[in-house]
Antibody
């Protein structure tokens, strides 16, 4: 059974940083292309980033509006993917989902507020 | 970025009735490889989105044949026949033909 479990969310002040983790199981992580997607309080879904597998040189792509602030990474030895978020803004408040193919985690809440 | 316009914003359907949701794209979703990467998701209350239909008209594993997708180019439709209580939630279209992937704004299905 495919499982994706996000952790690391919480309340953070504007300008601060947060690192989300997504632990996975039930599939061959090393060949998986992993994504982060978020859902705003208004329920809008927004794709953020993708990291490909080793055979594709871990190619990374980002939504333009988060490029330079967010960094996606992976650790194949831990079957985990990460999202480092810096210089957070109030508009980054959302539920953050880790996804693989058609599978989504349960999401983790990030609230950016002073 | 590709803009997906979903209509209607909400639907109120009787049990056993039929629902139709439109997703229109700001540009053609036909990939250079000939495939069309337009998918439909349902987000039930309190849950993550789940895949219903992939590549326009293919039902995902375990999805009943009450759900059907159609369309081409820039116009796509999701139809739900014989609506059941478990169909309530928000339906989203997603395109992965062009980068970045983009979602429609969602259609909320409520049951009378």
């Amino acid at each position: 059974e495919v499982q994706l479990v996000e952790t690391g969310g919480g309340l953070v002040q504007p300008g601060n940083s947060l690192k989300l983790s997504c632990a996975t199981s039930g599939f061959t992580f090393s060949t998986a292309w992993m994504n982060w997607i978020r859902q705003t309080p208004g329920k809008r879904l927004e794709w953020l980033a993708q990291i490909e597998d080793k055979s594709n040189n871990y190619f990374i792509s980002y939504l333009e509006s988060v490029k330079g602030r967010f960094t996606i990474s992976r650790d194949d030895s831990k079957s985990s993917v990460y999202l480092q978020m810096n210089n957070l803004k109030e508009e980054d408040t959302a539920i953050y989902y880790c996804t693989y193919d058609n599978y989504w985690g349960q999401g983790v809440m990030v609230t950016v507020s002073s | 970025d590709v803009v997906l316009t979903q209509t209607p914003v909400s639907l109120l359907i009787s049990l056993g009735g039929q629902a139709s949701i439109s997703c229109r794209s700001s540009q053609s979703l036909v990939h250079s490889n000939g495939n069309t990467y337009l998918h439909w998701y349902l987000q039930k209350p309190g849950q993550s989105p789940q895949l219903l239909i992939y590549q326009v008209s293919n039902r995902f594993s375990g999805i009943p044949d009450r759900f059907s997708g159609s369309g081409s180019g820039t116009d796509f439709t999701l139809k739900i026949s014989r609506v059941e209580p478990e169909d309530l939630g928000v339906y989203y279209c997603l395109q992965r033909t062009h980068n970045p992937p983009t979602f429609g704004s969602g259609t909320k299905l409520e049951i009378k």
